[in-house]
């Protein structure tokens, strides 16, 4: 076995194991080199995104689409390249044309590769030795293989996003299409009635922490994103996390003390934050911190005018845990605009507060 021979079949253990690692394994940041492929294609379509102008959320919910099809032939090209390599040594000796004089370039060890990983014989050039011809065996095996996986996996990947956006259109309509987590808490206390808000948030449960999953085992699920921003991640995860934090600092406890201590609160609590977390490590490594969410005063204001939407709904609020909110929302906020502003997503689409102004700033607190 020549030197080359043994580059080849390197190159063609390195994207086995990389197709491994995402496919099978399937674990967030697990790969060798799908994630920084992906990235590297995310970043660039992110910069091409912005030539497009306002254009440019339509331009990005193409993103996803694009980096599948690049990364399935990012791995089509390194195995038929690895094979390659084996198999250009052997071009006019044990790898013969059926008519001819057979060409040893490597372009021709490429096309001979492709032939062999997709077709056992295929082509006009036919193996004449046994090591060859093993060698043609498992260049199919690899290719079917290879081709079953991917296709499962993209089934996979469209199911997951599939039910993403189901959970994120169910929240949004649970908000009346605002985004406003006061008026999502609001209408699960119809006059103030506690009974129905603690199924509905259960139900909420189970999709959310299915979301969680998919995107640490499916890391591709990160890069489709839509124009629409009520299908963001970063939205429905502000939202809900929003949502607890109202409920555990603005409901009077006496009152709503069922709804409050629900396991249901915590759950969504625990797994947005959780999902937020793995979002963060995933897609916003290019971004820097934020500080939009250190704008206390703002917070503040969010939690009187949560309390009045509360109140005009006949819901017994109580007013003295603002310092709680303002303080729990700030550990969690950067997250979401960190992940906002990777996906190409403004803080004011995902329901964050937006920078401080010259004209707005307070003068007092």
């Given at each position: 076995?020549?030197?080359?021979?043994?580059?080849?079949?390197?190159?063609?253990?390195?994207?086995?194991?990389?197709?491994?690692?995402?496919?099978?394994?399937?674990?967030?940041?697990?790969?060798?080199?799908?994630?920084?492929?992906?990235?590297?294609?995310?970043?660039?379509?992110?910069?091409?995104?912005?030539?497009?102008?306002?254009?440019?959320?339509?331009?990005?919910?193409?993103?996803?689409?694009?980096?599948?099809?690049?990364?399935?032939?990012?791995?089509?090209?390194?195995?038929?390249?690895?094979?390659?390599?084996?198999?250009?040594?052997?071009?006019?000796?044990?790898?013969?044309?059926?008519?001819?004089?057979?060409?040893?370039?490597?372009?021709?060890?490429?096309?001979?590769?492709?032939?062999?990983?997709?077709?056992?014989?295929?082509?006009?050039?036919?193996?004449?030795?046994?090591?060859?011809?093993?060698?043609?065996?498992?260049?199919?095996?690899?290719?079917?293989?290879?081709?079953?996986?991917?296709?499962?996996?993209?089934?996979?990947?469209?199911?997951a996003l599939r039910e993403r956006n189901a959970l994120a259109l169910t929240i949004d309509l649970m908000t009346g299409g605002t985004g406003d987590a006061a008026i999502m808490l609001a209408r699960l206390l119809p006059h103030g009635d506690a009974d129905p808000a603690t199924s509905e948030l259960g139900n909420l449960v189970r999709p959310l922490a299915a979301i969680k999953e998919a995107h640490h085992f499916y890391p591709l699920l990160i890069?489709?994103?839509?124009?629409?921003?009520?299908?963001?991640?970063?939205?429905?995860?502000?939202?809900?996390?929003?949502?607890?934090?109202?409920?555990?600092?603005?409901?009077?406890?006496?009152?709503?003390?069922?709804?409050?201590?629900?396991?249901?609160?915590?759950?969504?609590?625990?797994?947005?934050?959780?999902?937020?977390?793995?979002?963060?490590?995933?897609?916003?490594?290019?971004?820097?911190?934020?500080?939009?969410?250190?704008?206390?005063?703002?917070?503040?204001?969010?939690?009187?005018?949560?309390?009045?939407?509360?109140?005009?709904?006949?819901?017994?609020?109580?007013?003295?845990?603002?310092?709680?909110?303002?303080?729990?929302?700030?550990?969690?906020?950067?997250?979401?605009?960190?992940?906002?502003?990777?996906?190409?997503?403004?803080?004011?689409?995902?329901?964050?507060?937006?920078?401080?102004?010259?004209?707005?700033?307070?003068?007092?607190?």
């Amino acid at each position: 076995m020549t030197v080359e021979q043994v580059i080849g079949a390197a190159l063609v253990l390195l994207f086995l194991a990389d197709v491994f690692l995402t496919v099978l394994y399937a674990r967030a940041g697990t790969g060798l080199l799908a994630p920084y492929w992906t990235r590297a294609w995310w970043m660039a379509l992110r910069g091409l995104g912005r030539l497009f102008g306002r254009r440019r959320g339509m331009a990005l919910s193409f993103a996803g689409p694009l980096i599948v099809v690049s990364l399935i032939g990012f791995w089509s090209f390194g195995l038929a390249l690895g094979a390659a390599l084996m198999i250009r040594p052997e071009l006019g000796s044990a790898i013969r044309a059926s008519s001819g004089g057979t060409p040893t370039d490597l372009v021709t060890a490429l096309l001979v590769a492709g032939n062999s990983l997709s077709i056992v014989g295929g082509g006009d050039y036919a193996p004449h030795t046994t090591a060859t011809r093993l060698l043609y065996l498992g260049n199919s095996l690899i290719g079917a293989s290879v081709l079953s996986l991917v296709l499962s996996y993209l089934v996979q990947v469209y199911s997951a996003l599939r039910e993403r956006n189901a959970l994120a259109l169910t929240i949004d309509l649970m908000t009346g299409g605002t985004g406003d987590a006061a008026i999502m808490l609001a209408r699960l206390l119809p006059h103030g009635d506690a009974d129905p808000a603690t199924s509905e948030l259960g139900n909420l449960v189970r999709p959310l922490a299915a979301i969680k999953e998919a995107h640490h085992f499916y890391p591709l699920l990160i890069y489709f994103r839509f124009d629409e921003p009520r299908y963001a991640v970063s939205r429905f995860t502000f939202i809900l996390l929003d949502l607890t934090g109202l409920i555990e600092d603005l409901l009077d406890r006496q009152r709503y003390g069922s709804v409050v201590h629900h396991v249901a609160v915590d759950a969504l609590r625990r797994g947005a934050r959780q999902l937020l977390g793995t979002l963060d490590r995933e897609a916003a490594h290019e971004v820097g911190p934020l500080r939009h969410a250190e704008q206390s005063w703002r917070l503040r204001q969010r939690y009187l005018a949560a309390s009045t939407i509360l109140s005009h709904a006949h819901v017994a609020v109580q007013a003295d845990r603002a310092d709680h909110y303002v303080s729990s929302r700030r550990e969690w906020e950067p997250a979401v605009e960190r992940v906002a502003s990777a996906l190409g997503y403004a803080t004011a689409e995902v329901g964050g507060l937006p920078p401080i102004s010259a004209e707005n700033e307070p003068t007092c607190l």
